[in-house]
């Protein structure tokens, strides 16, 4: 009985992002290194970006940016921000278009995409002075496995 | 209606948070400590159960051809006792030249040995050890490895710490160049390489110069080798050059690394 009191738990959204974050962490510095090079919070957040709504908005917002400002070793605050403003933004476009089909959602995902780079350009830009380094760093690398992945995920959920 | 209320106060709630952490940098560290101690222990057990697998594939695995590098290994270090008995002689003649002119002792500094327990590259560029406070470890220690710099202490937790490569783009070393000892700063590029900037447009630096730190900072000793000049590049305006360095540490292999403990600033 208590083995399913602690399934129960596990399906809990928050719970189970929570260890999800964690495992990508542990992974990450592990066994597969190569998983740092994606960002896996942008991609955990682009697979939750459909359960985010007006009662959600704010627990996700901290667990997603609590979590990548402890991994960043940014100011705590900075990322919970941004991922609030994202999920804001994400809200206005579900008014204006309704993203149901497959299509929209892939535009709304790329749009979340672009600012999250933009974002990372800026944030990186003030420590580097090679701009052009970041750019083609972030959008060949994050940008094109993000959009690869989240084209995946759609294509299976169509089958 | 929108919940608009409880974002409002989230938003004003991160303001003060960042407000106050400009003023206090510390203010953020008990939360990062708590989450750290919580998820390196388990970096450090599955970096164990991965290491113990591995080992015991090597251990099978690569058996074969063990005597024939065993025989090379002989030699090798045959070769290298010889040369050690040298250098020793040489370091006997240094040191006392040293004492003479009243210099400053290089490498004059105890180190903590730690096991690499868990690498991030990708955009991180760091790593994490299995030293923490409470084998008196501090932020900002210098952390060298068999080849050179390796980076610093920028978090510490009870067991463990996290190291920041010079491989990261917010990374700068003061360093030196051995042969015409012009100084530069070293940053990482972000893509696993480092190259040296405000370096002197009117210095002769050439390929296969080695670039030491310059012990400047008061944050490195003086003296640990960083990487050798790869590629010199000048550009038509401006005062300086950009010279890339290719280092001595190889950061994706990287299994052990020093600590640097009480060295002379």
Redesign the interface.
């Known amino acids: 009985m208590k083995t399913f009191s602690s399934l129960k738990i596990l399906k809990n959204d928050y719970i189970s992002l929570v260890i999800l974050l964690s495992l990508c962490y542990v992974v990450s510095y592990t066994t597969f290194a190569s998983i740092s090079r994606v960002n896996y919070i942008m991609v955990l957040y682009l697979f939750y970006m459909d359960k985010i709504n007006e009662d959600t908005i704010v627990q996700y917002s901290l667990i997603f940016g609590l979590f990548y400002d402890f991994l960043i070793d940014s100011m705590i605050g900075i990322n919970i921000l941004f991922f609030v403003f994202l999920s804001l933004i994400k809200f206005r476009f579900d008014i204006l278009i309704s993203a149901n089909s497959i299509l929209l959602k892939i535009v709304r995902a790329l749009g979340a995409l672009f600012i999250f780079n933009a974002y990372n350009i800026f944030a990186m830009g003030l420590v580097s002075n090679d701009y052009i380094l970041v750019l083609v760093t972030f959008i060949m690398r994050d940008f094109i496995i993000y959009l690869i992945i989240y084209y995946i995920a759609e294509l299976m959920d169509v089958v | 209606m929108?919940?608009w209320q409880?974002?409002v106060f989230?938003?004003f709630?991160?303001?003060l948070?960042?407000i106050l952490?400009?003023r206090n940098k510390e203010?953020?560290t008990p939360?990062?400590g708590l989450?750290?101690n919580?998820?390196n222990p388990?970096?450090y057990f599955?970096?164990n159960i991965?290491s113990f697998t591995s080992s015991i594939w090597d251990s099978y695995v690569h058996l074969i051809g063990v005597q024939e590098e065993n025989e090379e290994m002989k030699k090798e270090l045959d070769r290298i006792n010889l040369e050690n008995s040298l250098l020793r002689e040489r370091l006997i003649v240094t040191e006392h030249l040293e004492s003479f002119l009243k210099f400053n002792k290089v490498f004059d500094f105890s180190t903590v040995p730690a096991n690499v327990?868990?690498?991030?590259?990708?955009?991180?560029k760091s790593i994490?050890i299995d030293r923490g406070s409470i084998d008196g470890v501090v932020k900002n220690d210098p952390v060298i490895g068999f080849n050179g710099l390796v980076g610093k202490v920028?978090?510490v937790y009870l067991k463990s710490s996290?190291v920041e490569l010079i491989l990261a783009?917010?990374s700068n070393v003061s360093v030196i160049n051995s042969k015409t000892r012009a100084f530069g700063i070293v940053?990482g590029?972000?893509?696993g390489g480092v190259w040296v900037?405000f370096y002197d447009r009117l210095d002769n630096v050439s390929i296969g110069d080695n670039f030491i730190t310059s012990g400047l900072g008061k944050l490195f000793p003086k003296g640990i080798p960083i990487g050798q000049v790869s590629e010199i590049e000048i550009s038509n305006k401006g005062l300086f050059k950009k010279v890339t360095i290719k280092q001595f540490e190889d950061f994706y292999k990287l299994e052990n690394v020093f600590i640097i403990k009480d060295f002379k600033e």
């Not at chain 2, 327990?117 to 991180?124: A, K, N, P, S």
Request: glycine share 12%; proline share 0%; charged share 20%.
């Open positions: 929108f919940k409880r974002i989230v938003i709630f991160c303001l948070l960042i952490q400009s203010l953020s939360f990062k989450v750290g919580v998820l388990l970096v599955t970096s991965i327990i868990g690498i991030g590259d990708g955009f991180l994490i920028t978090d996290k783009a917010s940053r590029d972000g893509a900037d």
